[in-house]
Every structure is written in structure tokens, then in C-alpha cells.
């Protein structure tokens, strides 16, 4: 395993153990709850959009290190971002983990996530947080799967 892969490794169990931004969110203007049947985890995403803009972003939930990761970064990285920002990133973040693109330029942190992709059923875990806020933003009621 390279030391970059390791330092990766790090940094998603850091965030899967103490995850940033997590907890409720009392003036939150959207809100959804995400579901991955396939490995049980559990978010729910609120955000707080002022001027078109997300002014403030927090989840609670629980599962794996992958999706508690991937939700804790995902909270860093968009404040500040309007919705067509949000779009083009989880376009990004999705493509790589995916593994359709190697190409991670712009992704910042959440590039550390991009080692998901040589695990296919693991991809689930790191887009749940990104289906479900997807949902919150655009206002879908039922509760997201990712089945
Ligand atoms: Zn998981």
C-alpha cells in the first residue's frame, strides 16, 4: 500500500470517528433522511440556504467509516455553494468514485474518498450523503435509497 493510500485511510477513519458538522440543524430550510440498505447506514442531511447559497450544513446518522466520512466531508466542502456548484461537484465526486474518471482535479479533500471506487459495493456508502442531499435540495418527500 503506497503512504498517500495510507495517509487516505487516515483521514476517512478520523472522519468516520469523529465526523465534523454533525448534529441537528434548528434552522434548517431542507431536510432528508438517506437510507443504504446495502451496508445499514443511515444519514440525515440538513441544510440552511440563505440567498441562494447553502449558509449553514450538518447530518446525524450512522453507519459505516465510508459513509460517515464521506458525509463529514461532504458538510466541509459546500458551504458557501450554490446549488449549481453542489451539481458540478457531486458530478465530480460521483465520476471518480466510480471509477469513469481519474481525473480528481477540484474535488479537494473529498479526493481521499477516490479509493472507493476498486470497491463497488463501498460506492454506495460514499454517495449516499450526496443522493440524500441532492433530495433535500431539489425537494423529493419519500426517503432516498440507494437501491
Ligand atoms: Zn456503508
Redesign the pocket.
Known sequence: MSDLRELYQQLIIDHGRSPRNFGELASATHKKDGY?P????KVTVFVSVKDGKVDDIKFIGC?????MASASMMTQALKGKNFKDIECLFDKFHSVVTGETEDTAGLGKLEVLAGVKDYP??V???T?CWHTLMAALTGFDETISTE
Open positions: 443504504n446495502l451496508c445499514g447506514d453507519g459505516c467509516a465510508i459513509s459495493s463501498r454506495k456508502c460514499a449516499l
